[in-house]
């Protein structure tokens, strides 16, 4: 029932939409009779051309969304041979929820599993099927568990859900490709806008109104206790991977790094931390559920678990890894397929965790070097550099740039820290430590014994002008030197930068350019163009290559160069920069300036106050 009120419900929706088109269309037109009486030709068409624009999207919108086609998803196609357990899993399950099996498996690296089917007309006619198992999901789940998920996949094939994926794809396509495509300040697309909003509101309901559908397949198949589970699971299971991701692949991947096995270094992180993972599969607070979303908060589906049929279901504990005959060759298939390295250097996990983390910590201490650099006039700033200073007595004076809020006698006591990090920069560079990985615990610097070193205590003499021939002399021991410990990269670049703004039409100095704000310093682009196409312009620009490029393209302003700002009207904004050497920086917001995002500005202006406190 669920499935034929989405269909009714998806076309009927998208039909309205166009009738909306056509039903403007004609006010457009009465609209251009109707100024025509009273206005000269060329002031009708300034006013009613914008207006035919927008619905000329309509059309455009629907050309393309009819031609569009729902292609799979990319991953690895496993064949008997690879998953013959998943396989005849699947097909036993296809057989008790009384629907067709898949023609097709693939193993992709998210962690869902979802179904799909390319039928014709409308969903009136089944087509090819393709189930998509997610890889963790195999690695951290128990048998019954993921019996429990693919039943409810199937779930939706018996349902008939997925026969109309193809309308709802369309029709979001189609919505989506026209609002696009109009002016943010047309009012054609205000009505677009909020026609998009109704169908959204209407197709979600239906969605959320499947899964519940599809979750008594899953009870009824693997037990209350497995699909309850499963279902608490995937949420723990979901902030593991991103936890992952984030505190171990993606330092080393901003540093020009690859693992050679990124899924085995899950599997291997799951064993390591299972403990955390179940209390957060146990310990996490339900969501409160929203009516823009696809699927019902877990609490009210396990809730609903309760009231659905259930057979008894034997527990099979047996890992789900198992159903395939070599996850870990499957894994590095899938990266294979999935990863683009673009020229990365590909490591073992243990070496690619030294290197990430060094390569981090060295990022960390050029800002120091620069820093001292530019405060010392030293050509090529490094560690003897900032040791210099600190037997000079001028450490603190150096410091208070880190700790503005301290005296100089504080501000040199405060430097350990960074110091510490300098230290171990050293240690590194002299191949007397490295940084050793742990899937349990984070990574420990070690020595070449391979035991823990700690390198503290040597940056707290190191900051002290009384002891620091006995930091110097400790570091000897170790055979670190520290002329060898310099800034490898002597300017900020927009590596790896983040985009948070644009700003088109600005004047620098007095001249127009268009500024990208970067999470690390200004794209300045000179002789931008006109300032009526600024957002459209600023949109090409960064969707044509990466920040990074454009960073060297043009002239790139780092934060750090920047000395102090004083903003002097927020809006419109004006701005003078002072940059080290006393050279001075005039920005000027004009009227017609335009913006990539309508917090450029707000964002420019924070980013202004950081660098004045």
């Known amino acids: 029932m669920a499935a034929t009120y989405r269909a009714l419900a998806s076309v009927l929706m998208l039909i309205g939409f166009y009738v909306v088109a056509l039903l403007q269309l004609v006010a457009v037109a009465a609209l251009g009779f109707w100024l025509h009486q009273r206005l000269s030709g060329l002031a009708t068409a300034k006013l009613t051309i914008p207006l035919l624009v927008a619905l000329g999207a309509v059309l455009v919108g629907l050309w393309r969304a009819i031609r569009t086609k729902n292609e799979p998803a990319p991953g ?3 064949d008997e041979r690879a998953a013959p357990g998943l396989w005849a899993t699947v097909r036993a399950l296809a057989a008790e929820v009384g629907t067709r099996a898949p023609d ?10 979802a179904v799909a089917e390319q039928s014709t007309m409308l969903g009136l006619v089944g087509g090819r099927r393709t189930m998509y198992v997610g890889l963790p999901l195999l690695q951290a789940m128990r048998v019954d568990q993921l019996r429990s998920v693919l039943a409810h996949e199937l779930g939706h094939y018996s349902g008939r859900h997925t026969r109309l994926g193809g309308v709802a794809y369309r029709g979001r396509l189609a919505i989506g490709e026209t609002i696009g495509r109009i002016g943010r300040y047309n009012p054609v697309g205000w009505v677009f806008r909020g026609y998009a909003r109704l169908y959204l509101l209407v197709d979600n309901a239906a969605s959320r109104r499947q899964e519940l559908e599809a979750d008594r397949s899953s009870v009824r198949l693997a037990g209350r206790e497995a699909a309850a589970s499963a279902l608490r699971t995937l949420p723990a ?16 991947w ?34 409160p559920g929203s009516r823009w979303d696809t699927h019902p908060p877990i609490g009210v589906r396990v809730a609903a678990m309760a009231d659905a049929p259930a057979d008894a279901a034997a527990v ?16 590095r298939q899938l990266q294979g397929i999935v990863i683009d390295h673009e020229g990365r250097q590909v490591l073992p996990w243990p070496e690619f965790i030294a290197a990430a983390i060094a390569a981090g ?8 070097y620069r820093a001292a650099g530019r405060f010392t006039g030293a050509e090529e700033p490094g560690l003897s550099t900032v040791l210099e200073l600190v037997r000079a007595g001028r450490l603190g004076e150096f410091a208070v740039r880190f700790f503005p809020d301290s005296t100089d006698e504080e501000a040199a006591a405060r430097f350990a820290g960074p110091m510490h990090t300098l230290v171990v920069n050293a240690a590194i560079r002299a191949g007397w430590a490295h940084w050793q990985l742990s899937w349990s615990d984070p990574a420990r610097l070690v ?6 070193c700690d390198l503290s205590d040597i940056a707290k003499l190191a900051v002290d002008p009384r002891t620091l021939d006995v930091a110097l002399a400790r570091l000897a021991e170790l055979g670190v030197d520290p002329a060898g410990a310099t800034a490898v990269q002597r300017r900020v670049s927009g590596d790896d930068a983040d985009l948070v703004g644009g700003l088109a039409n600005f004047k620098i100095d007095g ?3 268009d500024v990208l704000v970067l999470d690390r310093g200004l794209v300045l682009i000179p002789d931008p163009g006109k300032a009526s196409k600024g957002e459209e312009r600023l949109r090409a620009l960064v969707g044509s290559v990466p920040v990074a490029e454009l960073a060297t393209r043009h002239p790139f302003l780092p934060y750090e160069e920047i000395t102090s700002v004083v903003v002097r009207r927020e809006v419109p904004l004006k701005a003078e920069l002072t940059l080290h050497g006393g050279r001075t920086m005039a920005m000027q917001e004009l009227f017609s300036s335009e913006f990539l995002g309508k917090h450029s500005r707000d964002a420019l202006v924070s980013l202004f106050r950081r660098i004045g406190e």
């Not at 910590?361 to 120091?368: H, M, P, R, V, Y």
């Not at 020595?447 to 823990?452: A, C, I, K």
Request: no cysteine; net charge negative; charged share 25%.
């Open 447 to 452: 020595g070449p014994d391979g035991e823990p």
């Open 76 to 78: 690895l196609i496993l």
């Open 316 to 331: 099979d504990a047996r890992p789900a890894a198992g159903l395939l005959a070599d996850v870990d060759a499957a894994g």
């Open 254 to 287: 901003s540093a020009g790094l690859a693992p050679d096995d990124l899924f085995g270094g899950f599997a291997q992180l799951l064993a390591g931390r299972r403990g955390q993972i179940d209390d957060l599969r146990e310990n996490a607070p339900d969501r």
């Open 104 to 113: 097709e498996i693939r193993l992709v690296p998210e962690v869902n599993a």
């Open 237 to 252: 299971l979901d902030a593991a991977w991103s936890f992952y991701m984030r505190s171990y692949v993606q330092p080393g």
């Open 361 to 368: 910590g060295q990022q960390e201490a050029d800002s120091i």
């Open 511 to 513: 001249v127009e350019h």
